[in-house]
């Protein structure tokens, strides 16, 4: 039983965790797949510029770590996705951060 990921809250995440319902490691797969569908193969947004080529075997580590000791916080194991602010090619060949006000 997996959950939604599109409404998935992280108390749920958790709770699927610890009943067993999935893994971390399980989590991450369905996460890069729903990646692959919508960001590669159907309207190609390429919002998600690259993945953590990691992530996979930091998730089996934790799912061992969950099953010696428990998690260790809320967040144990659950994938997260950061959004970066893009960088701007100026006219002088210089990076710059589009400013904050």
């Known amino acids: 039983m997996y959950p ?3 409404e998935a809250s992280i108390a ?6 610890e009943a067993g319902h999935f893994s971390s490691t399980d989590l991450v797969k369905a996460y890069f797949a729903r990646i692959e ?5 159907g309207p190609s947004l390429r919002a998600v510029l690259e993945t953590n080529p990691t992530a996979l075997s ?6 061992a770590e ?5 998690p260790r916080s809320a967040l144990h194991g659950i994938p997260v996705l950061l959004k970066v602010r893009c960088q701007v090619q100026c006219d002088f060949g210089a990076l710059s951060l589009p400013s904050k006000g």
Not at 12 to 17: F, I, K, P, V
Not at 37 to 41: A, D, K
Not at 66 to 70: D, N, Q, T
């Open 4 to 6: 939604d990921l599109y």
């Open 12 to 17: 749920e995440l958790q709770a699927g965790l």
């Open 37 to 41: 569908e919508v960001n590669l193969q």
């Open 58 to 63: 930091r998730a089996a580590e934790l799912d």
């Open 66 to 70: 969950r099953r010696e000791k428990g």
